[in-house]
């Protein structure tokens, strides 16, 4: 090939290049607000009946609440690890907190959502708790500009636990302000850069710690809640008594009190009161972000995602925290509003956070992805009735997992225990109807669901060494 043919090639491939990798200024931006351990008690979704969110309801009444949202993995790190890369834990094989995004073999080669808005011409930015361990080793090059990743203050003493409880769950009024907050100045950093103008789109990814534990908010958010008049889950003394026990036994990793330990101490109406505080203070954050976008020159312009990694016990099913496979631990928030949507109706259909990653590519007009395993939302954006075929899986450890379909929550242990509730009749998942003969045919329909091969679990030597000394 003579000189000028190659420099023919190359001005053709490098035109080529810069219109599939360069957008103009029309090209949407993304805002993605993570929440952590935020369960269905918000205004939206009416899991309790005081709880007081104005600015994420504001948002639900601006685009579509998927009402019927679950998470791929009920515990922080692999849930987070999962809408980031777009792929099940049954794929990538983190169950629980131990592993990073970037340690994980089976996502040697899939990019984070971040990294491939990035290659495809985004300015990306993230700020707090986005990936549970952060963008580390070869994951740090998707984020353009860091927005802080600041731990919230912590008391000097003990507030209110028990003093066997672990560190991380006590909670109380503190510090005295907002602005002491590190998700207040956090909000307050990304309600800054949202003031600037900027010649490439954008992908900004925020993460806010509260709700998750400890539950410390500044007085005024208690302020909101007469901890004696709060509405407090129903806990029928029976309802574990047709749930198959292995459940729990596994769940070796969690560090939450018991639902004993909690009555034990007379700790449930303060523990409430607290997570009703710390979700009403994060929607102040929330409020912050979305107060700077509206009034900024990228209002028009910008999809907003907001999610929570998973959902909370609060003592339903005698159970505090997360990593079950129960409509409280799988359920989340899941909002998405922005240039093209119309206000409407929620989406009821089932949906998976793996769907957000899919979502955005196809509204942004990126290239599709091939590592993806969850399915766009865009048909449901359109109109929410749209039917989805497929439910949403939840895996919670190796061989464990929940399938949701608008209805019904089929559950199967390793073991091959079950658990079935009919959500129409029974939205607290109250009565167990997998021993019943005449719902075969709905658990054969979704049975055909279950993952067809798992990863199993992946853990780092040390981790394997110290379970095997054991
Ligand atoms: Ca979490
Ligand atoms: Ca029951």
């Given at each position: 090939?003579?000189?000028?043919?190659?420099?023919?090639?190359?001005?053709?491939?490098?035109?080529?290049?810069?219109?599939?990798?360069?957008?103009?200024?029309?090209?949407?931006?993304?805002?993605?607000?993570?929440?952590?351990?935020?369960?269905?008690?918000?205004?939206?979704?009416?899991?309790?009946?005081?709880?007081?969110?104005?600015?994420?309801?504001?948002?639900?009444?601006?685009?579509?609440?998927?009402?019927?949202?679950?998470?791929?993995?009920?515990?922080?790190?692999?849930?987070?690890?999962?809408?980031?890369?777009g792929?099940?834990?049954?794929?990538?094989?983190?169950?629980?907190?131990?592993?990073?995004?970037?340690?994980?073999?089976?996502?040697?080669?899939?990019?984070?959502?971040?990294?491939?808005?990035?290659?495809?011409?985004?300015?990306?930015?993230?700020?707090?708790?986005?990936?549970?361990?952060?963008?580390?080793?070869?994951?740090?090059?998707?984020?353009?500009?860091?927005?802080?990743?600041?731990?919230?203050?912590?008391?000097?003493?003990?507030?209110?636990?028990?003093?066997?409880?672990?560190?991380?769950?006590?909670?109380?009024?503190?510090?005295?302000?907002?602005?002491?907050?590190?998700?207040?100045?956090?909000?307050?950093?990304?309600?800054?850069?949202?003031?600037?103008?900027?010649?490439?789109?954008?992908?900004?990814?925020?993460?806010?710690?509260?709700?998750?534990?400890?539950?410390?908010?500044?007085?005024?958010?208690?302020?909101?809640?007469?901890?004696?008049?709060?509405?407090?889950?129903?806990?029928?003394?029976?309802?574990?008594?047709?749930?198959?026990?292995?459940?729990?036994?596994?769940?070796?990793?969690?560090?939450?009190?018991?639902?004993?330990?909690?009555?034990?101490?007379?700790?449930?109406?303060?523990?409430?009161?607290?997570?009703?505080?710390?979700?009403?203070?994060?929607?102040?954050?929330?409020?912050?972000?979305?107060?700077?976008?509206?009034?900024?020159?990228?209002?028009?312009?910008?999809?907003?995602?907001?999610?929570?990694?998973?959902?909370?016990?609060?003592?339903?099913?005698?159970?505090?925290?997360?990593?079950?496979?129960?409509?409280?631990?799988?359920?989340?928030?899941?909002?998405i509003?922005?240039?093209?949507?119309?206000?409407?109706?929620?989406?009821?259909?089932?949906v998976?956070?793996i769907d957000i990653y899919p979502t955005l590519i196809d509204l942004c007009?990126l290239?599709e992805n091939?590592?993806l395993?969850g399915v766009s939302l865009v048909s449901q954006l359109e109109?929410?009735?749209t039917?989805r075929?497929r439910?949403?899986?939840?895996?919670?450890?190796?061989?464990?997992?929940?399938?949701?379909?608008?209805?019904?929550?089929?559950?199967?242990?390793?073991?091959?225990?079950?658990?079935?509730?009919?959500?129409?009749?029974?939205?607290?998942?109250?009565?167990?109807?997998?021993?019943?003969?005449?719902?075969?045919?709905?658990?054969?329909?979704?049975?055909?669901?279950?993952?067809?091969?798992?990863?199993?679990?992946?853990?780092?030597?040390?981790?394997?060494?110290?379970?095997?000394?054991?």
């Open positions: 090939m003579c000189r000028c043919t190659v420099s023919l090639v190359c001005i053709v491939f490098g035109m080529l290049w810069s219109c599939s990798t360069c957008y103009g200024a029309e090209q949407p931006n993304v805002v993605m607000i993570c929440i952590d351990d935020l369960n269905d008690w918000t205004g939206f979704l009416g899991g309790h009946p005081d709880v007081s969110t104005p600015n994420m309801d504001a948002l639900a009444g601006q685009g579509r609440n998927f009402s019927n949202s679950h998470c791929a993995v009920p515990v922080c790190s692999s849930s987070r690890v999962s809408v980031m890369s792929v099940a834990a049954t794929t990538h094989g983190s169950y629980e907190l131990g592993p990073r995004y970037d340690e994980l073999p089976a996502l040697n080669d899939v990019p984070t959502m971040q990294r491939y808005f990035k290659d495809h011409g985004y300015y990306t930015l993230a700020g707090g708790k986005v990936l549970h361990h952060g963008f580390t080793g070869r994951l740090a090059e998707a984020i353009d500009q860091s927005l802080g990743r600041e731990k919230g203050r912590r008391p000097k003493d003990v507030m209110n636990r028990p003093a066997r409880w672990s560190g991380a769950w006590d909670w109380g009024r503190y510090p005295d302000e907002d602005t002491q907050m590190a998700d207040f100045k956090l909000a307050q950093n990304v309600a800054n850069f949202l003031d600037s103008d900027f010649k490439n789109p954008f992908f900004l990814s925020v993460g806010f710690f509260r709700p998750h534990v400890p539950l410390f908010a500044p007085p005024s958010w208690f302020q909101k809640y007469d901890i004696e008049a709060i509405w407090l889950p129903h806990i029928p003394s029976w309802d574990l008594d047709d749930v198959p026990k292995n459940f729990l036994n596994i769940n070796s990793y969690a560090v939450a009190p018991t639902h004993a330990e909690v009555l034990k101490h007379g700790k449930q109406r303060e523990l409430t009161q607290a997570y009703l505080a710390s979700i009403s203070f994060v929607d102040s954050c929330v409020g912050l972000v979305i107060d700077a976008l509206r009034v900024s020159t990228h209002a028009k312009n910008t999809y907003v995602v907001l999610w929570s990694d998973h959902g909370f016990h609060l003592g339903e099913k005698k159970h505090w925290a997360k990593r079950t496979l129960w409509e409280e631990s799988t359920r989340v928030p899941l909002l509003s922005g240039p093209s949507i119309s206000p409407g109706t929620p989406c009821e259909q089932s998976s956070l007009g290239p091939k590592k395993e109109d929410s009735k039917e075929e439910p949403a899986i939840t895996s919670s450890y190796f061989g464990n997992h929940a399938i949701r379909s608008q209805f019904w929550r089929l559950i199967t242990y390793e073991d091959g225990a079950e658990e079935l509730y009919d959500h129409r009749s029974d939205p607290d998942e109250f009565q167990n109807l997998a021993n019943d003969p005449r719902h075969e045919s709905t658990k054969n329909r979704l049975r055909q669901w279950l993952p067809k091969s798992e990863e199993p679990e992946f853990r780092k030597k040390s981790e394997r060494e110290k379970r095997l000394r054991k």
